[in-house]
């Protein structure tokens, strides 16, 4: 007998529907940075071309069309915003444009959707993001990625205290700072995505 090795994520429908359209929407900060273009355009080719597999409907990819809209909008229209709030959850010796265009887009659109406030509880933002870091990164990212939006949902008194204070910023400090050189790292000295 096969053992059932899917994730949660892809047994639950709505859920699968949900994540993928977070993962796509990071797909889409992603282009919209690097192409410069305006989160209208890459919605829609989103929704026209890369949700639909082919002309039969049942191959069209299962995904939360409303919550990848709203996030990707949401992420152009509050952009300085996202923007600042980030950089106040960085410590003084990196900026957010010192960070990957990858891993500025999982945060951005991660903290977009805290914004939202659309019913989703806090933590479980928080692990989405943190899943689908690990789903680009193998290294330290996911818990840079983890510490940082706790430190947000905290500062938007979303949460009270870290969800995981132990482990959140002991993973931070680490992945801005090599302790054996006591100066902040950069993507390469890491090994991460270039």
Sequence with gaps: MKKDTQSPIKKNGHRHDRHVARIAAVQALYQIE?????????????IEHRFVMGVDQEKALKVDQILFTNLVELTEI??????????GALSQEWSLFRLEYLLRA??????????LDKGTPIPVIIN??????????AGKEPGFVNGILNKIAQTLG????????????????????????????TWEDEGGAS
Excluded: W
């Design 158 to 185: 979303l949460i009270t205290q870290l969800e995981d204070p132990a482990e959140a910023a002991p993973e931070v400090v680490n992945f801005l700072k090599d302790p054996k050189t006591t100066e902040a790292t």
């Design 128 to 137: 989405e993001y943190v899943t689908i870091t690990h789903e680009f990164y």
């Design 106 to 115: 999982i945060l951005r659109v991660g903290c977009a959707e805290m914004l």
């Design 34 to 46: 690097q192409v410069q273009i305006k989160a209208s355009v890459v919605i829609k080719e989103f």
């Design 78 to 87: 509050r952009a300085k915003d996202i923007d600042s709030i980030i950089s």
